[in-house]
């Protein structure tokens, strides 16, 4: 897929939560085509201790009003001076990069599973898969209901299922222990979280035979397997997870 240098410009910044920033992004022209689970590497201006670009995930693509969407967790430095940015800035980003996610057949069962930031990607996944005449499971985890992000957006696109470590939303526990992984049967899981989460994810379908794709957020510079700082042991060796991923199928993985 052609990869694109484009200074998009910022049509808003929303502060949705303490810890993270929806900023919309357009462009004068039609946005390129982007798939589920591809990300995006953008440059930090004037924050004097970031050199490199960031690898954000893309949340969503709104066709209609040509909008790019970044979930972006102010975690240090350079996503913090993300985060201040205003409409009118202009984002110098790289897109789109990596592999996505596989895309849903018709009758598949498939549950997308995220955790925190990770429910970024899940979004646009399911919002394609509504599209395609799918309709997506999500089951979405977080430490309180105050840290669940975009529920609202998520359930226009599918059923959604939550989990919260304190029970104050949903059900008490970890996405792994939701009673609809007893209740139903689904062919594939889509997972993008904490490592620990996708890992014990990955152990679940395993154990119950369903197919699994993780996307990895392994730190990132180049985003084009050019640094060799993303690398990941699988079983066909050391992979870059920007260039051979973000995306993989867990049995390529040295997880379980």
């Not at 052609?2 to 998009?8: A, F, G, M, N, S």
């Not at 996610?101 to 429910?119: M, N, Q, Y």
Request: glycine fraction near 10%.
């Amino acid at each position: 897929m052609k990869k694109y240098l484009l200074d998009l410009r910022v049509k808003s910044v929303d502060r949705i939560h303490e810890r993270y920033v929806l900023l919309k992004l357009t462009d004068d022209r039609p946005l390129p085509e982007m798939l589920p689970g591809q990300f995006v590497e953008v440059r930090v201006d004037g924050s004097p201790s970031t050199f490199l670009r960031r690898p954000i995930s893309i949340n969503f693509l709104d066709r209609e009003q040509n909008e790019l969407w970044l979930l972006v967790a102010t975690v240090g430095d350079g996503t913090r001076k993300l985060a201040e940015l205003k409409a009118g800035d202009l984002l110098n980003c790289l897109l789109p990069l990596g592999n996505g996610f596989t895309a849903a057949k018709s009758g598949e069962r498939v549950l997308l599973i995220g955790g925190g930031v990770g429910v970024a990607p899940l979004l646009y996944m399911g919002a394609e898969m509504q599209r395609q005449g799918i309709e997506p499971t999500f089951l979405l985890g977080a430490r309180t209901a105050n840290d669940l992000l975009l529920i609202s957006i998520f359930n226009r696109y599918g059923r959604v299922f939550v989990t919260t470590e304190d029970g104050s939303e949903g059900e008490k526990g970890f996405v792994t222990n939701h009673s609809i992984l007893q209740q139903e049967q689904f062919d594939r899981i889509s997972t993008c979280g904490p490592t620990p989460m996708m890992k014990a994810v990955a152990r679940l379908a395993k154990e119950k035979g369903i197919a699994c794709e993780v996307s990895l957020e392994n730190l990132m510079a180049c985003g084009l397997g050019a640094c060799l700082c993303c690398v990941e042991k699988t079983v066909d060796g050391n992979l870059c997870v920007c260039k051979d991923g973000p995306v993989f199928d867990v049995r390529k993985l040295l997880w379980t």
